[in-house]
């Protein structure tokens, strides 16, 4: 039976929650004071914690804080209750460690929900470590602790070997890093190359780091992450240092099946004292500074106001179910121009998130992470809305132009999504040579037969296709080749370093170049300067959108500005960064 002690020192609200908690059927206990809570969290360690923060001499805040000192109650989730709703009693609690926080009077179903999430939570976090202790009781000798594709060692060896490392620094006074790196898009490689070289570069990888970090320990963590433990470091330059070697080392080309590729890598960082003192602490901080990577940069340092963002990023995700219905979410339109004419040939419809309180938010992000039913919803709403308004242009206001709509990996691989978007022209009366589809080289490499045979169904019924973010993931020309596209889309990245760096701008060309070798227009995007704009027409690219001739508009804004000659002034940009229309 799940455990429950609860720390509240108003008796009403106490006695209100060990009853709903009980017809729940949790086992539950109580403490009237912060004292008495922690001498029963150590004695019981339960499954959670629900504490209210304002109590005398010993508040809410002691008591996380002495709790997640102890090992044995470091990783309890741990809620917080408070009739305060200031973002810096929620800044405070959550730099301290907490799960969750709920403000008083709050709805039998809110505190349900946040019970039932922080256990799901901690179950699917602590699962890996149960799952290997019992294989590892099946398992002879030291072959428990390892790794048997690298060789290195495993999360459970990595997990004692942090531990023991804090103990030392305790006493010496140093300081422990977790670095925790990822392969970006490994999952394209396995796709391309097949699983034996996906394997083999697993092991090439080990071996780099070891070589790179050699007197630190090494382990493989989860398919395509790995650790670094850096023990009796004397300052974060040591940190930097030793990152910035491995990163080097990890640059350099591999070779597998006779190809020549390059790896991208993520690292987040944390070290003790500063950012935790338990290893699940510090790998929690090394995984969030891991997803927060500035685009650009390959490490991260962890900041207390990650874990913050992660709690708001929580409740913004839970707030976005209820986006649609109460019409918070909009569309906007990007232009996309021909290059020689100047004329605008198409628009991509883009997400935006109106929300009551934060203002315009990308949703795409919250996505990500939101559930399945929430986001086919919001999906299947932007799909059907992009294809009613393109019928209203084209009847009402005679816009002739092509809308682009985005397909998530989630959306592209659903098995009905032809039918759907087939039922969805039909209804708008659209005609589908107005569609274009968008999706990512890595959505289209995850399983090329399959992707290969829905584009072509797509393509059957007259959609348009367009590879986004081209030159990002793992695709070969053969690959191209087999997909039945009409445009590849240049990712911004390359746009942004093109004119300082020879790379980029050789790797420009060379698409640009393939683009018409397969008969595709290509198109770039994030284009801001003229500059840009005058190598890219020089270059041979056909089209372009981005902040050098709009931002993305509004429905009315955009129909204004496509009614009027539809034309750009090239030559000369506006005040606002825009180039100015005829």
């Known amino acids: 039976m799940t455990q429950i002690l609860v720390i509240e020192d108003d008796a009403v609200a106490s006695t209100l929650m060990l009853k709903l908690l009980k017809a729940e059927a949790f086992d539950v206990l109580v403490a009237n004071d912060g004292s008495t809570g922690v001498k029963l969290a150590l004695a019981y360690e339960p499954d959670l914690i629900i504490c209210d923060i304002m109590m005398p001499e010993f508040d809410g805040y002691e008591v996380l804080q002495q709790l997640r000192e102890q ?99 305790q006493q010496s006074h140093c300081l422990v890093a977790v670095l925790r790196l990822n392969l970006k898009d490994f999952g394209a490689i396995n796709t391309t190359l097949g699983y034996f070289n996906g394997d083999h570069l697993l092991q090439k990888v080990a071996a780099r780091l070891q070589q790179a970090a050699e007197n630190y320990a090494v382990a493989r963590l989860t398919g395509n992450d790995f650790g670094i433990l850096l023990n009796d470091v004397i300052s ?20 597998l099946d006779e190809q020549s590729i390059q790896v991208q890598v993520r690292i987040g960082i944390a070290f003790y004292p500063d950012h935790g003192n338990t290893p699940g602490a510090l790998f929690t901080c090394a995984e969030l500074a891991m997803h927060d990577v500035p685009q ?70 919250l996505m990500a992470a939101a559930e399945d039913t929430v986001v086919c919803a919001i999906e299947q709403w932007l799909l059907e809305t992009a294809c009613l308004q393109a019928k209203s242009w084209q009847a009402t206001a005679q816009i002739p132009i092509r809308l682009a709509v985005n397909l998530s990996a989630h959306q592209f691989q659903q098995e009905h999504l032809v039918a759907t978007v087939t039922q969805l022209l039909q209804q708008a009366e659209l005609d589908p040579e107005v569609l274009m589809l968008e999706l990512t080289e890595a959505c289209a490499m995850k399983d090329v037969d399959t992707a290969v045979l829905k584009l072509k169904e797509f ?58 070798s397969l008969q595709l227009k290509v198109i770039a ?31 009315a804004a955009f129909q204004e500005l496509a009614q009027v000659d539809k034309r750009f002034e090239l030559g000369s940009v506006a005040k606002d960064g825009a180039a100015s229309a005829e």
């Not at 200031?86 to 405070?92: C, S």
């Not at 974060?236 to 070779?255: C, G, K, N, S």
């Not at 994030?526 to 931002?551: I, P, W």
């Open 71 to 169: 090992s044995a109650t470091a990783s309890i989730p741990f809620i917080f209750l408070s009739a305060k709703a200031d973002r810096t009693d929620l800044r405070q609690g959550m730099e301290l460690g907490a799960d969750d926080y709920l403000t008083k009077p709050f709805k039998r179903a809110e505190l349900l929900g946040a019970i039932a999430a922080r256990l799901d939570k901690h179950a699917t976090a602590t699962k890996p470590y149960i799952d290997e202790m019992k294989r590892a009781a099946n398992t002879l000798g030291q072959l428990a602790y390892v790794d048997p594709l690298t060789n290195l060692p495993n999360r459970i060896s990595f997990h004692t070997q942090c531990q023991a490392a804090i103990k030392q620094a």
């Open 296 to 365: 650009g940069k390959q490490y991260q340092l962890y900041t207390p106001a990650m874990a913050v963002m992660a709690a708001e990023n929580r409740l913004l995700q839970s707030q976005l179910g209820l986006a649609l219905s109460q019409h918070e979410l909009q569309i906007h339109y990007q232009p996309q121009v021909n290059l020689i004419t100047g004329r605008i040939i198409g628009a991509e419809a883009l997400l935006l998130w109106n929300h009551p309180e934060r203002g315009v938010i990308d949703p795409n992000v």
């Open 525 to 555: 995007e994030g284009v801001e300067t003229v500059a840009q704009f005058n190598f890219l027409r020089q270059s041979g690219c056909y089209a372009m959108q981005g902040a050098l001739f709009s931002r993305p508009l509004s429905m």
């Open 236 to 255: 974060e330059d040591a940190i930097a240092a030793v990152t910035q070697r491995v990163l080097a080392m990890l640059a350099e080309p591999y070779t």
């Open 459 to 516: 393509k059957a019924i007259g959609v348009h296709i367009a590879l986004d973010a081209f030159g990002t993931g793992y695709s070969s020309l053969n690959y191209l080749r087999r997909f039945p596209l009409d445009m590849l889309k240049i990712a911004p990245t390359f746009i942004q370093k093109m004119l300082t760096d020879n790379s980029d701008a050789a790797i420009v060309k060379m698409m640009i170049a393939i683009g018409q």
